[in-house]
């Protein structure tokens, strides 16, 4: 039988039935996937040391013949050891290895082998402990050269992936060059197969070197491939042009009551040069939060009413959305623009008046939950939309609100509000098809939040320090977080954990303060009232989910108790402590843990020294990937190599290489290279 790429891994010898299901686990089932399967890194055992030369601790790779060796029995701890001496011609070296009494099957005395790992002395006994080994003759795969490490699961040991490889080493040359000629001209790169072939037998660090070069390039250019095809279609709708009334902006910051920073001003100015365009806006407007994004897409929104237009504005959540509309409304009915609300939970009466009202023009900002897209909901005429907490929109989410527009023809402008920061690295990779402004200061006046991360034993003190702050009328969040998040019914163990707080505190701490509690599994209704209570002072202490993460403004509030801090990623403690210092008096955080490991007090260390949540952000990114910082529906991405996405030079060359590329070319004259792109396509579209 021929070896082809899409022979079946099942029909290679050595492979077999046993080793088919183990390599679906890794997603192998084809020769082509097995080639595919990359190590994920490399041991270099290619420097053999001579034995004189490898007694000082370390790391070694040696050479020579077996003396002797033999297993015996280590009464105390009940081990079989296998104990060897392996000599030279410069010396003897004693090795041993632990519970695996079969190696003297294997190695016999008088063999010549090679061995590599870790050489201790203990007590003057010099030793080279549970080294890696080979027999030198057959060809080698393992030592006396870089070898491949690779992901291992049961029974599949990169061991034997290297034997199984090495059976395959003749097929590779049938992978097809995908990438343009000039691409690999320009950028001097080594070919696909060639790639291939050096990823899992390296020749030389060098060549190893390019191999990943490669392999590093090729990700992020499709990625930025597909991004940018994304940009170029999004660039060739239409929108509505609207033109920027200055007076009325002027107007429109002198009775604010405050001045706007010069963040706020740089994105509102931002913004509108976008709005005056005939091609629709697709910008994403970051600021921590309290740094007033709110009043800036007011004002984008004026202008558009001005010019005659309607604006949507889609929050993530009813309480949000009521939020918004308390705002929007208080800013904008000054001008005579009406504002709307309609969620779930408007009557149906009510509800139907306000779709007519849209769909005549009545109504000129509509602000909703994003369900609303769903509703039979029709504009007069559309031309902006402002959507708060999601970075990104979907095409089918674009392709909905277009159809609902009623302005023939055109896509409306899109601008998304965001306090999550994202790293500066995904915003030049991964958002590549976004223009971002980013409010990167805060109104004067905030005062820092003193955070300090709690071991168990200064717990009753907070609780002392945070019934002297209720007393002088302050108030306070405690979040609790999932006791564990993998496990099967979310809410249920969220509900939990907020209630056995709530009792806790209620009954046995804070006896003479009311406390309120929040949690998913709550009613919209009753969530609503208790956030009300909260947001007017009638609660002392509210004990919630990270239901509150998002929004809520209190500016009455300033403590954030956390417990088991340990369990958020650092992004979403800084959106915490976000919801206290929003007013004037000091405000503290609290990070409860009693989880004193090492990594765990650096990490807390890090939100209490940084306050940057751009910088925190990009640790967050460090510590867990792009998928836990951004949320997997958030980025959709492929498994893309954290490492590649905070490489600043990696992005820059591969966004400028497709750039050049793309401006020349036309992606279909490509199938190859396309249909690779297929895989980063989801990124830009959410789909
Ligand atoms: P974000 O949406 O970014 O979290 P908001 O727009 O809700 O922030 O603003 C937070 C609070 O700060 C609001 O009460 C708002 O009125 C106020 N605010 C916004 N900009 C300024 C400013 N330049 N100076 C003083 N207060 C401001
Ligand atoms: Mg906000």
Redesign the pocket.
């Known amino acids: 039988m021929a070896l082809t790429l899409n022979t079946r891994v099942s029909e290679l010898q050595g492979v077999g039935s046993k080793y088919e299901e183990k390599l679906k686990k890794l997603g192998i089932v084809s020769v082509e996937d097995m080639l595919l399967y990359f190590p994920r890194r490399w041991e270099d055992f290619s420097k053999i040391t001579e034995i004189a030369s490898a007694k000082a601790p370390g790391t070694y790779c040696i050479e020579g013949n077996i003396w002797s060796i033999g297993n015996k029995r280590s009464a105390r701890r009940r081990m079989s050891i296998t104990e060897a001496i392996v000599a030279d011609k410069t010396g003897t070296m004693r090795v041993v290895w632990f519970n695996q009494p079969f190696l003297v099957k294997n190695l016999k005395q008088g063999d010549k082998v090679l061995l590599a790992g870790r050489v201790e002395n203990k007590f003057g006994v010099v030793q080279m402990i549970s080294p890696a080994y080979e027999k030198k003759g057959d060809q080698q795969k393992h030592l006396g050269k870089i070898a491949p490490v690779y992901k291992e699961t049961e029974g599949v040991s990169s061991r034997w992936l290297r034997y199984e490889m090495d059976k395959l080493v003749k097929v590779i040359y049938s992978f097809k060059e995908y990438l343009p000629a000039e691409v690999i001209k320009r950028q001097g790169l080594i070919g696909y197969a060639a790639m291939i072939r050096q990823l899992h037998f390296p020749e030389t660090t060098h060549q190893l070197e390019k191999a990943e070069e490669r392999l590093n390039f090729d990700e992020m250019f499709l990625l930025q491939l597909a991004v940018q095809e994304q940009r170029k279609e999004l660039d060739q709708n239409r929108a509505i042009a609207i033109q920027f009334n200055e007076d009325l902006s002027k107007e429109f910051t002198k009775k604010?009551g405050?001045?706007?920073?010069n963040a706020?001003k740089k994105a509102a100015w931002e913004i509108i040069k976008d709005l005056s365009k005939p091609v629709p806006m697709n910008r994403l407007l970051e600021?921590?939060?309290?740094?007033?994004?709110?009043?800036?897409s007011a004002m984008a929104a004026l202008m558009v009413a001005s010019a005659g237009f309607q604006t949507a504005f889609l929050a993530p959540t009813e309480i949000l959305a009521r939020?918004h509309y308390k705002?929007l409304k208080e800013l904008l009915e000054l001008f005579e623009v009406r504002v709307e609300i309609l969620t779930g939970k408007t009557k149906k009466s009510e509800r139907e008046e306000i779709l007519r009202q849209v769909k005549d023009g009545e109504v000129q900002v509509l602000v909703g939950t994003h369900a609303i897209l769903k509703e039979d909901l029709d504009f007069w005429n559309l031309a902006f939309v402002i959507i708060?907490e999601q970075h990104r929109f979907g095409v089918s989410q674009r392709a909905k609100l277009r159809q609902k527009s009623g302005s023939e023809g055109t896509m409306p402008h899109f601008l998304s509000?965001s306090?999550t920061p994202i790293p500066r690295t995904l915003t030049l990779s991964v958002y590549g098809d976004l223009d971002i402004s980013v409010?990167d200061e805060m109104?004067?006046?905030r005062k820092k939040v003193g955070t300090f991360v709690i071991p168990p034993e200064k717990k009753q003190d907070s609780y002392e320090f945070m019934r002297r702050e209720m007393k002088k009328g302050r108030q306070i969040f405690v979040i609790c977080p999932l006791i564990d998040p993998s496990a099967a019914g979310q809410a249920t163990m969220e509900l939990r954990s907020v209630t056995a707080e709530y009792e806790r505190l209620s009954r046995m701490i804070f006896t003479d303060f009311k406390i309120a509690m929040l949690h998913g599994k709550m009613h919209s209704s009753e969530k609503e009232r208790v956030m009300n209570d909260f947001a007017s002072g009638k609660t002392n202490i509210l004990v919630s989910t990270s239901l509150v993460e998002v929004?809520v403004?209190v500016?009455n509030a300033t403590i954030m108790i956390i417990e088991g801090a340990d369990r958020f990623g650092l992004a979403q403690l800084h959106q915490f402590r976000?919801r206290v210092g929003?007013g004037r008096y000091q405000s503290y955080c609290f990070l409860f843990t009693d989880n004193q490991s090492e990594t765990v007090q650096k990490r807390l260390d890090a939100i209490v020294k940084i306050n940057d949540g751009f910088k925190i952000a990009e640790k967050d990114l460090d510590i867990r990937g792009p998928g836990e910082v951004l949320g997997e529906r958030q980025h959709g991405l492929p498994d893309i190599n954290t490492k590649n996405l905070m490489n600043v030079e990696l992005i820059r060359r591969t966004k400028t290489e497709a750039k050049k590329f793309l401006e020349k070319n036309n992606l279909d004259d490509f199938p190859l290279l396309k249909e690779k792109i297929q895989k980063y396509s989801g990124v830009a579209n959410l789909e």
């Open positions: 604010l405050f001045t706007l920073t706020q600021g921590d939060v309290g740094s007033g994004k709110t009043v800036v939020q705002s708060d509000m306090a409010i109104p004067p006046g929004g403004d500016p976000g929003r």
